[in-house]
């Protein structure tokens, strides 16, 4: 199984797209939570700012703000390729807040288990998401995990195009480095929630079997 892969489903129109980079402008990064982030890693690292909305996908929570006319539309383009799936759709934005590139440090996801990412602005000419041989342990994704750098091992590495749809294991401890500007992506979840071994198996016609990473 690969670290991740670049899933089939079409890009957003221009239209929907320009409207959720205006959403993204107003999300405000908590320096709180930044400089919690820096104080873990001893400072050895500059933290990037980040505004990832709360999301509980068992209870349909999801507080970003979009109105319901471009929930439906979202919906009318993707709904098809997850049948009896209630999809969420949250806006998340990594920020350089500093006068140097920065970093969104190895952690496992709160709540999602699979990502499914579709970036909108890369944040950077060489921004690079970086996944590690270490996962999570145990069953409880109530909230985030963070991990020192001293205490994983790089497993994989790869600089995430615009405009394309990925999948990867949120479980498993990744990172995000080298952010210049803002990073910004859309990401939908599912209902049921699925491990990422689960979701391949679920929807093997969503992996683009001609990527140099597919199956």
Request: glycine residues 6%; hydrophobic residues 35%; charged residues 20%.
């Amino acid at each position: 199984m690969n670290y991740i892969e670049k899933l089939t489903l079409p890009n957003l129109p221009h239209d929907i797209a320009d409207s959720l980079l205006e959403i993204s402008r107003t999300l405000q990064h908590s320096e709180s939570d930044r400089q919690w982030l820096s104080d873990y890693h001893e400072g050895k690292i500059t933290v990037a700012g980040y505004a990832i909305p709360d999301v509980a996908t068992a209870g349909g929570v999801n507080n970003t703000p979009m109105s319901d006319e471009l929930v439906g539309a979202l919906d009318a383009i993707y709904k098809k390729y997850f049948p009896n799936q209630t999809l969420y759709f949250v806006c998340n934005v990594m920020k350089n807040v500093v006068d140097s590139s920065s970093i969104f440090p190895p952690h496992c996801d709160r709540v999602r288990r699979t990502a499914i990412n579709y970036v909108v602005d890369t944040g950077g000419d060489d921004v690079t998401t970086t996944f590690y041989e270490q996962v999570r342990l145990g069953d409880d994704f109530s909230k985030a995990a963070n991990i020192n750098y001293n205490d994983i091992t790089i497993a994989h590495r790869e600089v995430l195009k615009e405009k394309t749809w990925y999948a990867f294991d949120t479980q498993r401890f990744h990172s995000v480095e080298n952010i210049t500007g803002s990073r910004f992506y859309l990401a939908i979840l599912l209902g049921s929630n699925p491990g990422y071994s689960e979701f391949l198996q679920q929807y093997p016609e969503l992996i683009l079997k001609e990527s140099p990473y597919g199956q």
